[in-house]
Nanobody
Framework: QVQLVESGGGLVQAGGSLRLSCAAS????????????MGWFRQAPGKEREFVAA?????????YADSVKGRFTISRDTAAKNTVDLQMIGLKTEDTAVYYC????????????????????WGQGIQVTVSS
């Protein structure tokens, strides 16, 4: 099993910044983390869950939704080997949502990194609210 715990959410004004972190744990993850793809998704009230960003642990290839390109950056902590961050700048009110960290054990194609149903493990979610 893999446990994912998000942190760093909160309330910020439009134009501001937040950094979300996802800490992964579990025997399975510790042994096989290099094969994982880690993703961030979000869900706003009344809307479907949508892809935000993903990163391959091995190699560090990154993928972004068009709506966040240039504003959000996903990264992994290669030293700690268990943390994935999402740096968000230039936040907009439409970024308000519950943000979820997700993990895919691999393999996963580039085309499906944005598909929420490809992910095996999920965090509990964390609220990000951007005020105008």
């Amino acid at each position: 099993q893999v446990q994912l715990v998000e942190s760093g959410g909160g309330l910020v004004q439009a134009g501001g910044s937040l950094r979300l972190s996802c800490a992964a744990s579990g025997r399975t993850f510790s042994r096989t983390f290099s094969s994982y793809v880690m993703g961030w998704f979000r869900q706003a009230p009344g809307k479907e869950r949508e892809f935000v960003a993903a990163i391959r642990w091995s190699g560090g290839s990154t993928y972004y939704a068009d709506s966040v390109k240039g504003r959000f950056t996903i990264s992994r902590d290669t030293a700690a080997k268990n943390t994935v961050d999402l740096q968000m700048i230039g936040l907009k009110t439409e970024d308000t949502a519950v943000y979820y960290c997700a993990a895919n054990q691999g393999p996963i194609t580039t085309a499906t990194t944005s598909h929420w149903d490809e992910y095996d493990y999920w965090g509990q979610g964390i609220q990000v609210t951007v005020s105008s």
